[in-house]
């Protein structure tokens, strides 16, 4: 890679001045337009949750619709409800705001474990391949949900495991990683506990100190987990029983797995999911051709730290890979540890030349070349016309690849940088004129706003949901906001003078008088707000 001999000012911003232009394009990126978008289900989800804590002042014990909500436990949720506080505002933008602090935290993380590991440039790419892989870039970083939170410690409880066994700190080890599960846990239930079991096994038995794992600094760790998971399930046993509680985290668990999904469709998802996952993470799963050379096994072996990588990775992926029901979203904490390794290869593939090295090169080349062509489209897309500043935007961003082209072009070890900078400009043109765009001819507006002109109309009258009928998180969360208060089932001795909102499809034969609807984004149907007759 790059030479770090020269310790003065020009050698030190050519060498390092490569990450000055990625860390300004970060905010624009991360930022425009972050709460245009109608909230997906599982970010209403979150967000009515920790609404309605605020609504009930119970934040032990979460709910839907005042019924107990047993899904996940209720760290986010806090989290969320903390930003809500801050800004003042129940909206989405706030909502996804901790998503993005959480991925820069998450992005500095790695940065350190690599810098501290390896060398600065090393630790920059492998925070920005987290930070501009496909699968985060364009979809997780502007959403409300758990996982980037999650995945964040997740990583950081596989390095403790490692930075502690390599200095045989077996106290230190033990507690801070089960500190670590902890967090995980009370973030998104078992999965903490199972990263943590497995890593542990696998690494203590790799490295023969499996003798470790019955000592006891474990206990104390195990302790540490019990203390604090057991305090929060005591104070929650004020409120309600934990029979359901746990069933139901086990249920969540073991959901996308062979169990519910049979085994045919887990035999074709064993066969389906390596390709599945390149697509999601591209452009940086190309790194992964590095892994097709002969020399790579013997390579991450003679590097301790690579070698960790690879035992967490293998030992932890191979749950995902046999669960058929599982999303991408909850593969983000192996992202820096595939990445890292490819990172390290790419070093040795450059040094020789190697045709895996001009692979990789000549496809980053194409696909800035593409993003550079691509950044002149909105000029001749008639729909974008309403968009606000189209031609200097598109002039600005198009000027800009332009110059990112001329500048990399010469020196092929500008290619990875460069490809950083040509990823965080796309998402920026992203942000500016598909967002929009998408939002306007969304069905999910329409939810939105029918949602929200319901509640502000009928605020001062009571509300409840008609026995089973399938209330969509988005459209509950956008009415239990503008009504300011909880909107529960009913499922008897119903008020006739009180609003239900019912799916007429499903209760046909209910007689009741239409007040007014709300549309449903899933199938375009629309629910009807009524007075029971």
């Given at each position: 890679?790059w030479?770090f001999?020269?310790?003065g000012?020009?050698?030190?911003?050519?060498?390092?001045?490569?990450?000055?232009?990625?860390l300004?394009?970060?905010p624009?990126?991360?930022?425009?337009?972050l709460g245009?978008?109608?909230?997906?289900d599982?970010?209403?989800?979150?967000?009515l949750?920790?609404?309605e804590?605020?609504?009930?002042?119970?934040?032990?014990t979460?709910t839907?619709h005042?019924?107990?909500y047993?899904?996940k436990?209720?760290?986010?949720n806090?989290i969320l409800l903390?930003?809500?506080h801050?800004?003042?505002q129940?909206?989405e933008?706030?909502?996804?705001?901790p998503?993005?602090l959480a991925?820069?935290g998450?992005?500095?993380?790695?940065?350190?474990?690599?810098?501290?590991q390896?060398?600065?440039?090393?630790?920059?790419?492998a925070a920005f391949?987290l930070?501009?892989c496909?699968?985060?870039?364009?979809?997780?970083s502007?959403l409300?949900?758990i996982?980037?939170?999650?995945?964040?410690?997740?990583?950081?409880?596989?390095?403790?495991v490692?930075?502690?066994f390599?200095?045989?700190r077996w106290w230190?080890?033990?507690v801070?990683s089960?500190?670590?599960?902890?967090?995980?846990?009370?973030?998104k239930g078992?999965?903490?506990?199972?990263?943590?079991?497995?890593?542990?096994l696998?690494y203590?038995?790799?490295?023969?100190?499996?003798?470790k794992?019955?000592s006891l600094?474990?206990?104390?760790?195990?302790a540490?987990?019990?203390l604090?998971?057991?305090?929060?399930?005591?104070?929650?046993?004020q409120?309600?029983?934990?029979?359901t509680?746990?069933?139901?985290?086990?249920?969540?668990?073991?959901?996308?797995t062979?169990?519910?999904?049979g085994?045919?469709?887990?035999i074709?998802?064993?066969?389906?999911?390596?390709f599945e996952?390149?697509?999601?993470?591209?452009p940086?799963?190309l790194l992964?051709?590095y892994f097709l050379n002969?020399n790579a096994?013997?390579?991450v072996?003679?590097?301790?730290f690579l070698?960790?990588?690879?035992?967490?990775?293998?030992?932890n992926?191979?749950?995902y890979?046999s669960?058929?029901g599982?999303?991408?979203r909850?593969?983000?904490?192996?992202v820096?540890?595939?990445f890292?390794?490819a990172l390290?290869?790419?070093e040795?593939?450059?040094r020789?030349?190697?045709?895996h090295f001009?692979?990789?090169?000549?496809a980053?080349?194409?696909?800035?070349?593409a993003i550079?062509?691509g950044?002149?489209?909105?000029?001749?897309?008639?729909r974008?016309?309403?968009?606000?500043?189209?031609?200097?935007?598109?002039?600005?961003?198009?000027l800009?690849?332009v110059?990112?082209?001329i500048?990399?072009?010469?020196?092929?070890?500008?290619?990875l940088?460069?490809m950083v900078?040509a990823?965080?400009l796309?998402r920026?043109?992203?942000n500016?004129?598909?967002?929009?765009?998408?939002n306007?001819?969304?069905?999910?507006?329409?939810c939105r706003?029918s949602s929200?002109?319901?509640g502000?109309?009928y605020?001062?009258e009571?509300?409840?949901v008609?026995?089973?009928?399938?209330?969509?998180?988005?459209?509950s969360?956008y009415?239990?906001?503008e009504?300011g208060a909880?909107?529960?089932?009913?499922?008897g001795n119903y008020?006739?003078?009180?609003?239900?909102?019912?799916?007429?499809?499903?209760?046909?034969?209910?007689?009741?008088?239409?007040?007014?609807?709300?549309?449903?984004?899933?199938?375009?149907?629309?629910?009807?707000?009524?007075?029971l007759?």
């Amino acid at each position: 890679m790059w030479a770090f001999e020269n310790k003065g000012m020009k050698a030190l911003f050519k060498n390092y001045g490569l990450f000055v232009i990625p860390l300004l394009l970060l905010p624009a990126a991360l930022l425009t337009n972050l709460g245009v978008m109608t909230f997906i289900d599982d970010e209403a989800i979150r967000a009515l949750v920790a609404l309605e804590m605020d609504l009930s002042g119970n934040y032990i014990t979460p709910t839907l619709h005042g019924a107990f909500y047993y899904n996940k436990p209720p760290l986010f949720n806090w989290i969320l409800l903390l930003f809500f506080h801050l800004s003042g505002q129940f909206d989405e933008l706030t909502a996804r705001l901790p998503t993005v602090l959480a991925l820069l935290g998450y992005g500095l993380t790695v940065f350190w474990v690599f810098r501290k590991q390896y060398n600065l440039q090393t630790g920059f790419l492998a925070a920005f391949t987290l930070i501009t892989c496909g699968r985060i870039l364009f979809w997780d970083s502007m959403l409300a949900l758990i996982d980037i939170t999650f995945s964040w410690v997740t990583f950081s409880l596989f390095f403790a495991v490692y930075y502690f066994f390599s200095r045989q700190r077996w106290w230190a080890l033990f507690v801070v990683s089960y500190l670590l599960t902890a967090v995980g846990f009370l973030l998104k239930g078992l999965p903490a506990g199972v990263f943590q079991g497995i890593t542990l096994l696998a690494y203590f038995s790799y490295r023969g100190s499996f003798k470790k794992l019955i000592s006891l600094q474990h206990a104390a760790g195990i302790a540490v987990f019990a203390l604090l998971i057991g305090a929060y399930y005591w104070v929650y046993l004020q409120y309600n029983d934990l029979d359901t509680v746990f069933a139901t985290l086990f249920r969540e668990s073991s959901k996308r797995t062979v169990v519910d999904h049979g085994l045919g469709r887990t035999i074709l998802h064993l066969f389906t999911f390596p390709f599945e996952m390149v697509y999601h993470f591209m452009p940086w799963s190309l790194l992964a051709v590095y892994f097709l050379n002969r020399n790579a096994v013997r390579l991450v072996r003679e590097d301790r730290f690579l070698e960790f990588l690879a035992v967490a990775f293998f030992s932890n992926i191979l749950i995902y890979w046999s669960s058929p029901g599982i999303f991408p979203r909850y593969l983000l904490m192996f992202v820096p540890l595939v990445f890292g390794i490819a990172l390290r290869l790419h070093e040795w593939h450059e040094r020789r030349e190697s045709w895996h090295f001009r692979f990789v090169q000549g496809a980053f080349l194409v696909l800035v070349i593409a993003i550079a062509l691509g950044s002149w489209a909105p000029l001749f897309i008639e729909r974008l016309s309403v968009v606000p500043y189209r031609t200097p935007v598109v002039l600005s961003l198009g000027l800009a690849m332009v110059g990112l082209l001329i500048w990399l072009l010469p020196k092929p070890e500008r290619r990875l940088p460069g490809m950083v900078i040509a990823l965080l400009l796309f998402r920026i043109g992203f942000n500016w004129f598909v967002i929009p765009d998408r939002n306007r001819h969304d069905y999910g507006d329409s939810c939105r706003e029918s949602s929200k002109e319901v509640g502000r109309n009928y605020r001062e009258e009571k509300m409840y949901v008609y026995r089973n009928t399938d209330m969509q998180p988005t459209n509950s969360f956008y009415l239990t906001r503008e009504r300011g208060a909880i909107i529960p089932r009913r499922w008897g001795n119903y008020d006739k003078n009180a609003l239900h909102l019912i799916d007429p499809v499903e209760y046909p034969k209910v007689s009741y008088e239409k007040v007014d609807k709300i549309y449903v984004r899933h199938g375009r149907v629309i629910f009807d707000l009524a007075r029971l007759q």
